[in-house]
Nanobody
Framework: QVQLVESGGGLVQPGGSLRLSCAASGGSSNDYSIGWFRQAPGKEREGIACISSHDGATYYAPSVRGRFTLSRDYTKNTASLQMDGLKAEDTAVYYC?????????????????WGQGIQVSVSS
């Protein structure tokens, strides 16, 4: 059973950048599609980006499109979310999740393996 662990979160000023990584253990994440989600206090979990295991196709929510880039390193069994141009409204706990191969969706209910989450705070 693959387990996911996020890393790379922290505090950054508005306009800054962070790179989140999602590392898999107990199996290969290469067999799964990967999604990134976030949840701010008092808000529902929001899907922001996903990458298919089939062809590497990506999809981004409008709120992050053009600022965030999702990629995966098949040799390292990781998926990374490069976040540029961060805004205060990007502050949230960020989660990566694994779903079925060929999935290209940011709907949380399609994903059944989740990391524990990592805090990203954007503030001056």
């Amino acid at each position: 059973q693959v387990q996911l662990v996020e890393s790379g979160g922290g505090l950054v000023q508005p306009g800054g950048s962070l790179r989140l990584s999602c590392a898999a253990s107990g199996g290969s994440s290469n067999d799964y599609s990967i999604g990134w989600f976030r949840q701010a206090p008092g808000k529902e979990r929001e899907g922001i980006a996903c990458i298919s295991s089939h062809d590497g196709a990506t999809y981004y929510a409008p709120s992050v499109r053009g600022r965030f880039t999702l990629s995966r390193d098949y040799t390292k069994n990781t998926a990374s979310l490069q976040m540029d141009g961060l805004k205060a409204e990007d502050t949230a706990v960020y989660y990566c999740a694994a779903g079925p191969p060929r999935l290209l969706s940011i709907q949380p209910n399609y994903y059944d393996k989740w990391g524990q989450g990592i805090q990203v705070s954007v503030s001056s």
